[in-house]
Each structure stands twice: as C-alpha cells, then as structure tokens.
C-alpha cells in the first residue's frame, strides 16, 4: 500500500492554470476509474472536488476538472484564484479493495 | 442535512486502547459504506477502514491490521473504530467519511495522541 506520488508543491499566478500530477500503479490507479481529488485548506476538514476521475460534485466550480492516463492521473485548475490555495489529495481505489491516497500537493497562488 | 460528528479522541499510553465514535444523521445510515481516515498533525491523508452498509465486509491499511476494528450499528446511526495496542504513529486526527469509493461527507475530526 504506497502513497500515489503527487509533486510537494506547485505555484501559478490569478488566472493561470495549472496541474497537479498523481502516479500509482496498475493496481490502483491505473485499474480503477476510481480516482478522487481532495482540496484542504489548514485547519479544515478535506473537501470532494473530483469524483470517478473527472466528474465534478454538485456545486464545485468547473475550473476544476480531472482525468487519467495510465497510472497516472491529473487535476487541473484554470483561471486560479486565490481562494484555490490549498493542499490538494488525490485518492484511488486498489485492487485490495482498499484505498490510497497521494502525499499531498501544496498549491500556492502567487 | 447530511451530518457525522465524530467523537472518543483523547490522550492514550502507548499500548493503550481507545474507541471512536461517529454518530450519522441526515441520510439513511444502513444504505452506505463507511469509511475512516485520519491525518497526522503536519501530515497528508491516510486511508485507515472500511465497512460496507451491513457491516459483514471490512478492510484495513496494512498500518492498522491486526490492532483495529471498525464496527457500526444501524440501528443506532453510528460508526466504530476500536484501536488497540497504540503506538506513537497512531497521532493523528480521525475522521469519519462516508461512501465507498469517494468521500463526499466528512466528520470534523477528533484528534488522538499517543506520545512517545
């Protein structure tokens, strides 16, 4: 059970888009339209932003949007705002019937 | 409104036991799967337990296996997590997540210490 691997931080100014990385393996993220994208800001309980690789929850902005290639997926945020600075998680289900989680992306908006 | 409150976080001896509960409402309980995650302090997310909606089906991180025990009854709405044998590592803020593959509705957390 390793973490997925997600980049430790990523920058982008108001208005840029930017993406954030999540590599597995082909018994998590790569077997599974199950990935899942969390946003966390400190002191805060996590937050569902992306669902089943790219679907988006009822009232999350569509600046975020989600996909998949292999075993890796990607989080992408458009038009960053400075409310979009946060942790972001990433999620996949595995072939154990478990689930992983990523280390963690801290975004900040510069 | 969907809600789960988490509670039974506490300081604990290493070694020593301790069972959270998460207590549900706003939604029909015995339809869902339950998850629990937890978050040491300055760390990322780590997937603890699962519990499918009648409770005959769990899974465990490979961190916990053998000393935890995730429970629920529906009858009373509520979530269990019985943690035995606890070491320093199990620091932690324990959070109650409900649904199976994805966690749409999270608890606010209860924070356990074990010190080292």
């Known amino acids: 059970q390793s973490a997925l691997t997600q980049p430790a931080s990523v920058s982008g100014s108001p208005g840029q888009s930017i993406a954030i990385s999540c590599t597995g393996t082909?018994?998590?993220?790569?077997?599974?339209?199950?990935v899942s994208w969390y946003q966390q800001h400190p002191g805060k309980a996590p937050k569902l932003m992306i669902y089943?690789?790219?679907k988006r929850p009822s009232g999350v902005s569509d600046r975020f949007s989600g996909s998949k290639s292999g075993n890796t997926a990607s989080l992408t945020i458009s038009g960053l705002q400075a409310e979009d600075e946060a942790d972001y998680y990433c999620c996949s289900y595995t072939s154990s019937s478990t689930k992983v989680f990523g280390g963690g992306t801290k975004l900040t908006v510069l | 409104e969907v809600q789960l409150v988490d509670s039974g976080g506490g300081l604990v001896q290493p070694g020593g036991s301790l069972r959270l509960s998460c207590a549900a409402s706003g939604f029909t309980f015995k339809n869902y799967e339950m998850n629990w995650v937890r978050q040491a302090p300055g760390k990322g997310l780590e997937w603890v337990s699962y519990?499918?909606?009648?409770?005959?089906?769990?899974y465990y991180a490979d961190s916990v296996k053998g000393r935890f025990t995730i429970s629920r009854d529906n009858a009373k709405n509520s979530l269990y997590l019985q943690m035995n044998s606890l070491r320093a590592e199990d620091t932690a803020v324990y959070y109650c997540?409900?649904?199976?593959?994805?966690?749409?509705?999270w608890g606010q957390g209860t924070l356990v210490t074990v010190p080292s």
């Open positions: 997540v409900r649904d199976g593959v994805f966690f749409l509705y």
């Open positions: 519990i499918s909606s009648s409770g005959t089906t769990m």
């Open positions: 089943d690789v790219s």
């Open positions: 082909s018994s998590d993220v790569g077997a599974y339209n199950y």
